[in-house]
């Protein structure tokens, strides 16, 4: 696989990310309004994976957010609340070609430090697509709370709420 690097995503971007997520995420779809507000709220927080001939390969959209809260899938935040202390990653899509290359791992250590000197304790994301394990990983630990049950029965039945906290340098 040739050379890839992230780069902030732009708002000319949007539909290369939603291709790509509809490929990566075909059970979780959601509108480019969506992406757009994301990207409009905190533009720091979303990156684009592209190859050395600046083919979009993934996308990463995150974002300041309360712990223990959930976003609505496909649904517009309207903003974001003050003094929220944990970033929350709404989305890490990769194509097949791009796994296994490091991207990901690259990618959340960006965000981590992002988090950090936003002076944030800690980063969130509900997994997917069976991904708990990948972000395991990645030092994230399962967190079991029976009033988030609702909210994550909207993605599926596997949708599994992590945190990470960012105590650590690492």
């Given at each position: 696989?040739?050379?890839t690097t992230w780069r902030p995503m732009t708002a000319v971007d949007l539909h290369a990310v939603l291709a790509v997520a509809g490929l990566v995420h075909p059970a979780y779809p959601e509108d480019e309004a969506v992406f757009a507000e994301r990207l409009a709220l905190a533009p720091e927080g979303c990156h684009v994976l592209v190859d050395e001939e600046g083919l979009l390969l993934g996308y990463l959209v995150s974002h300041p957010w309360p712990a223990g809260?959930?976003?609505?899938?496909?649904a517009l935040l309207g903003g974001i609340p003050a003094g929220t202390g944990n970033w929350y990653?709404?989305?890490l899509a990769l194509l097949p070609e791009a796994r296994g290359s490091g991207a990901a791992g690259r990618i959340i250590a960006q965000v981590a430090g992002l988090a950090r000197q936003?002076?944030?304790t800690g980063l969130a994301l509900v997994a997917v697509n069976d991904s708990a394990e990948f972000w395991l990983r990645h030092r994230f630990r399962l967190v079991?709370?029976?009033a988030l049950a609702a909210k994550l029965a909207s993605y599926d039945d596997a949708a599994r709420y992590m945190r990470r906290d960012l105590q650590d340098r690492r």
């Open positions: 696989m040739s050379e809260a959930v976003p609505a899938l496909n990653i709404h989305d936003a002076g944030c079991d709370d029976p």
